[in-house]
């Protein structure tokens, strides 16, 4: 199989679930024995990930959000120099600045992990998608989104869901009770817990209230109850953090209630919990879901944009309405009843995950893409020197 020189982009400035798929793929792709480098911002964090992952990384902090010329400049040195083939960009914003740099010999691919809902068939993103050699999105719903809102054709979108190794992530790995102990809550308590940044779309306010309302409904719940959030970053939302704070201490039980950083490993968190929330009003994905599935903690998600995709309500999970404390406050007393339903939950999901998001096939999948995407690249730019010969 040909050996491929790829450049990943990443302009965005916090550490987060795109951002880590996306330094996780290139590392993938490297393990796989392709040259890969990461092109991104002036950022120590996202620096610090990608040395974690053995990636060679270069910086470079684009001054406009679009089409950018002076980035681009800089950036097609970076290509020359590595003898780049093709770009993978991680966020649509920075597509137009790629291009710019990548000229008509090198294939552009799109690493779609968000949804816009947005019509992008103006002037401008028109130029943009009918560049694209490729596109490899993370949900149906994200294709689908594509397919509504764009110009670009379908036969260049590959949907490839995250892969999850859950030979990893195994509860059989880690101590329960020492997993307990390292966030601070008692053998016997019935933990709930959330990972994800602290910004207000992660719910973290809305998981605190429904255990509040949870709580007053049952006094064995309330007096059983610990809760871990974590995920807290420097760039978070400072005046959300704040709220929460405020809202804890005003909760009866609020020394069981523990806020803690952002973790490389998540695995010590699942461990420790009794069930995990996805508690956020839209996520495209939610890699958290599938972490916590493959280390047997049963799961309660918000019903919305991609986690349908993830979690069979009833089956492998319990779906809720986004921001609804109270239908929240009923799945968590609901699981929290039955040890039964809790332990069947757990085992079907971590099924689920095992049978679907398989890393061997991913990587598979997401390498033909990469090289269907160079093939028409190859066959654009011999077309366009026939007809510049002529």
Known sequence: MERLSIATICFSGTVGGLELATLRRGAELKARGHHVVAILPDSAAL??????????????????????????????????????????????????????????????????QMQSGLDKRDWFHDRVYRRLDGCITITRLGRDDLERHTVLAPEKITTIPYPIDARHFSSQRIDRSSARRAYGVADDAFVVGIVGGFNPGKGQLELLEAIEIAAQRSPVFARSVSAILVGIREADDSAYVHRLEELRASLRFAGRIGFFPFANDTRLAYRAMDVFVLASHCETFGMVLQEAMAMGTPVIGTDCAGVPEIIRDGTTGVLVRPRDPAELADAILYLFADATLRERLASRARESVIERYDPERHYEAFESALFAALERRRGMTLRIRRDTAR
């Open 47 to 112: 620096a610090e990930q990608a040395a974690r992952l053995g990636l060679q990384y270069l910086t470079l902090t684009p001054a406009l959000h679009y089409a950018d010329p002076f980035a681009a400049a800089r950036l097609r040195r970076i290509f020359e120099r590595e003898s780049t083939q093709l770009v993978l960009v991680a966020r649509t914003r920075d597509l137009s600045t790629a291009m710019l740099a990548a000229g008509h010999d090198r294939a552009v691919v799109l690493y779609q």
